[in-house]
């Protein structure tokens, strides 16, 4: 029997489908953790509050390890560089900063819903940091295009 037909072929399948996607799955099963806790917890205790905080922050990590495989940002030490494409100029612009384009359009997104939540809410506090947190990693991404950081992996040539 062939390797598609036999057990060993399908479990091959499957195990190559969590090894690839590993980080992402682990990633997203912490930030549903922090949400469930949170979701129950009270927010005016330490832990309640610790709760809140580890989702924006885990939601960045999430957002991270999940955008970075299929988003370019062209100058950047941090994102892999895309071999050309398109003949089309706009389309290699806007595949060259599809990252950029991304944290931009989500990060309004989030920040629209922030404006309409209630600020000292319970959810409202952790889309704030969530704001925050897209800032933090749409900063990074911008600042990688032109600075270095001596004895950095990613910043060597």
């Not at 980080?23 to 922090?34: D, F, H, Q, R, Y």
């Not at 950029?100 to 309409?116: C, D, E, M, Q, S």
């Amino acid at each position: 029997m062939n390797k598609i037909g036999n057990k060993t072929g399908a479990r091959k399948q499957k195990n190559s489908f969590l090894k690839n996607h590993a980080l992402s799955l682990a990633t997203a099963g912490i930030v549903v953790l922090w949400i469930v806790l949170y979701a129950y917890g009270n927010p005016k205790t330490h832990a309640g509050s610790f709760f809140g905080n580890a989702i924006a922050d885990w939601t960045g990590v999430l957002v991270t390890v999940i955008v970075t495989k299929y988003f370019y940002e062209t100058g950047s030490a941090e994102s892999k560089q895309p071999a050309r494409r398109f003949r089309n100029r706009v389309f290699e612009g806007l595949r060259d900063h599809s990252l950029t384009i991304f944290l931009v359009l989500t990060g309004l997104a989030w920040v629209f819903l922030y404006v309409k939540m209630d600020s000292e809410a319970k959810w409202g506090q952790v889309v704030g940091n969530i704001v925050s947190e897209w800032t933090q990693i749409l900063g990074l991404v911008l600042l990688t295009k032109k600075l270095i950081e001596d004895k950095s992996k990613e910043s060597q040539k």
